[in-house]
């Protein structure tokens, strides 16, 4: 898949390894920043990233790029040839999307690393917009990068407590307009927890030290990858761009039929919002 993938793009593939911690809010934020900002989140930003929740209450994903560095990304293991993977960027924006499953060999192991050393961002994704006639699904999407600081404390100062995490390894190309994501995501244990002084069960918390690739397990068991296909629109108030995202996604689905069924993800499935 990964070679048919690169011929259609006509470029090689980049490797992504990224790291994604769901966070949850502690309550219904009403003071529009849930406490005070730490340093290494621009204030403004993330003003613009909670306007974009309209009052709602989302999980929030802190997403960690673990490629920029192999000698970081993999402590000890510098001659692994992971590159880059972070998808991100400063401004608010919509995305249009359609996803398809495929099979492959598994991806060889990573090692062990730190939770502060990455390119961290804080990301946001609304619940898709019901379809309707659409062929594809679309939301609204903001990341905030992280410029520095310790990026838990930053999420802690938000008003946003650790859920969980997992790991996602894979591929990405660039296609014209659509983006190409080949993955598979990894289950990661919490951490035994953050004992509570008012004597509630511990909070879990993220793992310090990461435990190698080929030790974690995959979300499927099959070993299935999942390819995504999406395309980000600036603005996505405007039909004439929503249309020619829409008309590029339908013709990447057609040049891929017999090869992998790709459809529409379940709206319900994607939902963000914390209950």
Do not use: C
């Not at 790991?167 to 990405?172: A, F, K, T, W, Y």
């Amino acid at each position: 898949m990964l070679k048919i993938l690169a011929g259609v793009a006509a470029m090689q593939p980049r490797v992504v390894y990224e790291r994604h911690l769901i966070y949850k809010p502690r309550n219904r934020m009403t003071n529009g920043n849930g406490g005070n900002v730490k340093p290494g989140a621009p204030a403004s930003q993330i003003q613009a990233l909670q306007a974009q929740m309209r009052g709602d209450v989302f999980y929030l994903q802190l997403v960690g790029n673990m490629s920029s560095d192999p000698a970081v990304a993999f402590v000890g293991k510098s001659e692994d040839k992971t590159t880059a993977g972070a998808l991100s960027e400063n401004v608010s924006d919509s995305a249009v999307d359609q996803v398809g499953e495929t099979t492959e060999d598994s991806a060889s192991p990573g090692s062990t690393t730190d939770i502060p050393k990455h390119q961290w961002s804080v990301e946001f994704r609304d619940l898709p917009d019901v379809p309707g006639r659409r062929p594809v699904s679309s939301r609204l999407m903001a990341s905030v990068p992280v410029a520095g600081g310790d990026p838990l404390q930053i999420m802690d100062s938000l008003g946003y407590n650790y859920v969980s995490e997992y790991l996602v390894r894979g591929h990405q190309l660039i296609h014209n307009n659509i983006i190409l994501s080949l993955q598979r995501p990894f289950t990661v244990p919490p951490e035994s927890g953050i004992k509570s002084e008012t004597g509630l069960p511990p909070r879990p918390s993220p793992m310090k030290i990461l435990p190698s690739l080929w030790k974690l397990k995959p979300f499927d068991p099959r070993g299935t990858f999942l390819l995504q296909a999406s395309i980000r629109v600036q603005d996505g108030t405007k039909p004439e761009s929503m249309a020619l995202a829409i008309a590029e996604l339908t013709s990447f689905r057609d040049l891929m039929k017999g090869i992998v069924d790709m459809e529409v993800g379940d709206r319900l499935a994607l939902d963000t919002r914390s209950r």
